[in-house]
């Protein structure tokens, strides 16, 4: 099998453009508290699964690093994590839950469409308790604003070791 390592026909990676996690030590700490708070009491392959959507969706190549590592840590199975760039087409690898999970995340993640559908969140609300589904909503506002800091920023990606952060 070929890796990276051993490869010379790869692009350069990406020059990163700002540390700015050493720059600002201190919004880097409140973000993993904040992200802390959110996950808590939610199920961690779920929220690997919500993670890695919303950084799909946001072309966020080191929270993609991150979050698929981590997820098969938890026990996640590659074909899931492989099908989550089309889940509609592939519902049936995802349980009802996870399917509105991930159509809530869709919404939230995709503002520039409007609100945050009525259909899409009463499907979420079913599936999760209120206190619930507001960490889940805490958790994609979450990894939207990870996404953010790591596409403007251009974080190294490749080097992640799952649970660093944790």
Known sequence: MTTHEDTAAYAPE??????WTALAPD???AMLRLDAAAREG???RLLELVKIRASQINHCARCLDMHTKDALAAGESVERIIQLSAWEESAHFYTERE???LELTEAVTVLTEGFVPDAVYERAAKHFEEAELARLIAAIAVINAW???GVTCRGEVGHYQPGQYK
């Open 14 to 19: 990406h020059t990163p453009r700002l540390d």
């Open 27 to 29: 919004v880097f700490k």
């Open 42 to 44: 939610l199920d961690a």
């Open 99 to 101: 399917l509105a999970a």
């Open 147 to 149: 996404n953010r800091f």
